[in-house]
C-alpha cells in the first residue's frame, strides 16, 4: 500500500476528528464574564464624617414645665398644638387656701398701718409735749425732773411709732410670701411657642417633678420657629470636627431634599452610654426647606464635611479591592486584571486615585458577580445586561 493511498483514507478522518475537537473545546470552553465598567472621570472628592445613630430635630427653645408643688388642677388654659405667648397663664392648681392666707396677711397689713396712725401720733403728741416742759424749765417754771420725764416718754412713743412702722413692713412681706407660695401652683409661658404635650386633665391631680426624679412635666412647650439637629458622632472623629464646617442633613421625611447647614456646637465631652459606641453629639443648624413644615423630633443623618478636593481623577469606592487595587478589563486579550493604584482622599462614594490609572480608562465595578476574577474571560455588560 503506497504512502498516496494511506494519505488518501486517513487525512479525512484527521481532519473530522480535529473539527470534532475544536468544536468540543469550543464548546466546553468557559463562558466570558459580564462585568459593568465605569470610566475613571475628574470631580469632587471629600473626606466626610456621619453620625454613628440617627440625630434627632430639637427646637432652640424647649421647656417641660412642672408645678413646684403638686395638686389639682383648677384651671387649663391650653391644648396641645396650641399657640401661646410669653407670659400666657397656661395652669393653676388648686390654691383656696393660699388665697384666704393672702387676705388674711392684706387685712393684718391694713391694721398695722391704722396702728401706725395711732401710735406715731400720739409719739408726736409727745415729742410736742416734751419740747413744751424744755421751754418752761428754760423759764424756770417747771423742774428739769418734769422735763426728763416728759423727754423720756417722748422717746418712748417714739420707739413705739417705729416699731408699729416695722410690722406694716413685716405684714407687707407676709402679703408677699403668700403671693410666692401662689406662684406653685401656676404655670405662665416663658417665651412664644406650641404647647406640644399636656399631662393630666381638670381635676386631675397634678405631680411636680423634683430633681432626680423621672416624672412628666405638666406640658411641654417647644418653640419650632428655631430647629437644629443634634447627633451622636464617633469619639474618634471628635477631633476632627470643628465649628463652622458644611454638614450635609438628611431628613427621613425628606428623602430627596438634602439640606445644608453648619455646625454650631461640639459636646465638650464624651457619652458612655452603656452597650454603645463612646459618642459625642454634635448640633447643626440647616437651613428650612420653604413651604415644609418640621416637626420636632424627626430622625435626620448629618454628614459633615471635613475637607474638599476638586477635580481629581477618582473612582467609586466600591470598586477597590483591599484598599489600594482596582480591576480593568485588558482590551487586547480580553482577560480581567488586577492593578495596583495609590489613593488619596477617600469617603464611601468616591476615592481620589493618586498614581496607577489615567483618565478615560476603564475599571470593574461589578466585583460582585460570580466569576470575576484575575485572569478570567470577560466582556463588558450592555444597557440590557445592567439592567438586569
Known amino acids: 500500500m503506497n504512502t498516496s493511498f494511506l494519505l488518501r483514507r486517513v487525512l479525512p478522518a484527521l481532519i473530522v476528528l480535529a473539527l470534532a475537537g475544536g468544536a468540543w473545546f469550543w464548546n466546553t470552553r468557559s463562558k466570558p464574564v ?27 427653645l424647649r421647656t417641660r414645665l412642672s408645678t413646684i408643688m403638686g395638686g389639682r388642677i383648677e384651671y387649663l388654659g391650653v391644648k396641645e398644638g396650641d399657640k401661646v405667648k410669653k407670659g400666657q397663664l397656661l395652669m393653676k392648681l388648686w390654691n383656696d387656701d393660699q388665697k384666704a392666707q393672702q387676705t388674711l396677711a392684706e387685712a393684718q397689713r391694713a391694721m398695722a398701718a391704722q396702728r401706725v396712725k395711732e401710735v406715731c401720733t400720739t409719739a408726736a403728741s409727745a415729742t410736742r409735749e416734751a419740747e413744751r416742759q424744755t421751754s418752761l424749765k428754760n423759764k424756770g417754771f417747771v423742774s428739769e425732773a418734769r422735763e426728763d420725764a416728759a423727754r423720756s416718754e417722748a422717746d418712748v412713743r417714739i420707739a413705739g411709732c417705729e416699731t408699729a412702722r416695722a410690722d406694716v413692713t413685716q405684714a407687707a412681706a407676709r402679703v408677699a410670701v403668700t403671693k410666692v407660695e401662689q406662684g406653685r401652683m401656676v404655670l405662665y409661658a416663658p417665651f412664644d411657642g406650641t404647647v406640644a404635650k399636656i399631662v393630666g386633665e381638670l381635676g386631675e391631680y397634678s405631680t411636680p417633678s423634683p430633681p432626680g426624679v423621672q416624672t412628666p412635666p405638666a406640658i411641654d412647650l417647644i418653640d419650632e420657629s428655631c430647629l437644629y439637629v443634634k447627633a451622636p458622632m464617633d469619639e474618634i472623629d471628635a477631633p476632627k470636627i470643628k465649628v463652622g464646617l458644611p454638614v450635609r442633613v438628611s431628613l427621613d421625611a425628606l428623602p430627596k431634599q438634602p439640606l445644608t447647614g453648619k455646625v454650631r456646637r461640639v459636646a465638650p465631652y464624651v457619652s458612655a452610654v452603656e452597650k454603645q459606641a463612646r459618642t459625642v453629639d454634635v448640633e447643626v443648624d440647616f437651613e428650612r426647606p420653604a413651604g415644609v413644615n418640621l416637626l420636632v423630633g424627626y430622625s435626620a443623618d448629618v454628614e459633615i464635611v471635613l475637607n474638599n478636593r476638586p477635580k481629581v481623577l477618582r473612582v467609586p469606592t466600591a470598586a477597590l479591592i483591599e484598599g489600594s487595587k482596582v480591576m480593568v478589563l485588558n482590551a487586547d486579550s480580553g482577560t480581567l486584571e488586577e492593578r495596583k493604584v495609590k489613593v488619596g482622599m477617600a469617603n464611601w462614594e468616591f476615592t481620589e486615585i493618586v498614581e496607577g490609572l489615567a483618565e478615560g480608562e476603564r475599571i470593574v465595578i461589578s466585583l460582585e458577580r460570580e466569576g470575576v476574577k484575575v485572569g478570567a474571560r470577560a466582556t463588558a455588560a450592555t444597557a440590557d445586561d445592567k439592567a438586569k
Not at 465605569?38 to 432652640?60: F, L, P, Q
Request: neutral net charge.
Open 34 to 60: 459580564i462585568v459593568v465598567l465605569k470610566i475613571v472621570d475628574r470631580g469632587n472628592v471629600e473626606s466626610t464624617v456621619v453620625n454613628t445613630r440617627a440625630g434627632t430635630v430639637e427646637a432652640c
